[in-house]
């Protein structure tokens, strides 16, 4: 019996080891769950009225893999839905990536640069509401637009002509696309 003991013995220990050896170093091997790396959960409750007592049996059973395909259909957000009971649903959303982060960052940073020199409808309104002179002050910012996509929109004053100063009293702006 003390043989069996000793061989199941440094089985186990093998086993313990080859184990470990598998999960080193943890912090590249082992990914943290939502309550160490942080995300959030969130509780739903399905709204049952109107439904027999016999359709809101497994409701939130059948509704969780509906869910889950709108939400995350190539799984790539690692999202967890759960069925708690029969019309409650607990979804968990990770933290993202740093990585994920930064891109975000960076491009919300893009967003508000482009929306400080965007150029709508109202604004355009606003300019030609001004009186000419007011205008000619107001436009001199526009004059360098961020580039987009390898093309760039630049706009600059056209040499005013006679003629095109007794058609209007303002300067003139031209657009020219180049790549």
Known sequence: MDK???WKSMLIVV?????????YPPQETLKPGIDLAGGTSLIYEIDITGLAPKERKDLAQN???ILLKRIDPTH????????????????????ASKDTQNKRNAYEDAL??????????LKIRQMLALEADERTGNLTPLRVM???????????????TSESRRRTSGTFWSVKWTR
Request: proline share 10%.
């Open 146 to 160: 961020p580039q987009n996509a390898g093309r760039s929109l630049r706009h600059w004053p056209m040499p005013m």
């Open 112 to 121: 508000l640069e482009l929306e400080k020199e965007n150029i709508n409808l």
């Open 76 to 95: 790539v957000a690692n999202i967890i839905m759960r069925p708690q009971g029969d019309t409650r649903i607990e979804i968990q959303l990770p933290v």
């Open 4 to 6: 069996n003991l000793i």
């Open 63 to 65: 509704m969780t893999p």
């Open 15 to 23: 086993v313990v080891a080859l184990m470990g050896w598998n999960l």
